[in-house]
């Protein structure tokens, strides 16, 4: 059964950049599409973006500009970096797989997930 | 971008039904999937695609569309069922990208 464990630092100065790892164990990495996404305390899911095994990356419009996903397929691992953070970057960061299924119902879905790295930005 | 909107919060009685919502532009053309979060912990996915419930997901978890709106329904909910619930679909907005509901937090009485 597939199983996601990540690590980062946990506490950042306000401008630093946030960076995150999120390592694949057992089953295929090869053949999706992997996720981060963020949730402030208390508040909902944000999706930040993905990556595949060939390095092809989607980005959240709203946080493009700050943030780099990059794979390691020989360590079957993708990080992620997000530049320039604020107090609005708090939040508890997950990685996550990209499951797709176009066998008649097209669907997405997001499974398994990580732990969860709580990142606080602080002065 | 697309919204997913939900109602904030939602109570039943245990053993009774509740359904939760999910409205947005993007679910007249992309599936909705749906999310159990306990408080301190990663969210859970319970349904995916038209109907479809992970290993290990109770039969009672089940999920509806119809155009702007996806629905899940717990039948006979139990107490370790009180969570927050967050729905997620593909933005339709012709990005790449996807979006969560606001969430609904689900009390069982």
């Known amino acids: 059964q597939v199983q996601l464990q990540q690590w980062g630092a946990g506490l950042l100065k306000p401008s630093e950049t946030l960076s995150l790892t999120c390592a694949v164990y057992?089953?295929?990495?090869?053949?999706?599409?992997w996720s981060w996404i963020r949730q402030p305390p208390g508040k909902g899911l944000e999706w930040i973006g993905e990556?595949?095994?060939?390095?092809?990356?989607n980005y959240n419009p709203s946080l493009k500009s700050r943030v780099t996903i990059s794979v390691d397929t020989s360590k079957n691992q993708f990080s992620l970096k997000l530049s320039s953070v604020t107090a609005a970057d708090t939040a508890v960061y997950y990685c996550?797989?990209?499951?797709?299924?176009?066998?008649?119902?097209?669907?997405?879905?997001?499974?398994?997930w990580g732990q969860g790295t709580l990142v606080t930005v602080s002065s | 971008s697309s919204e997913l909107t939900q109602d904030p919060a939602v109570s039943v009685a245990l053993g009774q039904t509740v359904r939760i919502t999910c409205q947005g532009d993007?679910?007249?053309?992309?599936?909705a999937s749906w999310y159990q979060q306990k408080p301190g912990q990663a969210p859970v996915l319970v349904i995916y695609?038209?109907?479809n419930r992970p290993s290990g997901i109770p039969d009672r978890f089940s999920g509806s569309s119809s155009g702007n709106t996806a629905s899940l329904t717990i039948t006979g909910a139990q107490a370790e069922d009180e969570a927050d619930y967050y729905c997620?679909?593909?933005?339709?907005?012709?990005?790449?990208?996807?979006?969560f509901g606001t969430g609904t937090k689900v009390t069982v009485l």
């Open positions: 996550a797989r990209v499951n797709y299924d176009s066998s008649g119902y097209v669907s997405w879905w997001f499974d398994p």
């Open positions: 057992v089953g295929s990495f090869s053949g999706y599409y």
């Open positions: 990556i595949n095994h060939s390095g092809s990356t």
């Open positions: 993007s679910l007249r053309s992309h599936s």
């Open positions: 695609g038209k109907n």
């Open positions: 997620n679909s593909r933005d339709s907005s012709g990005n790449s990208n996807y979006v």
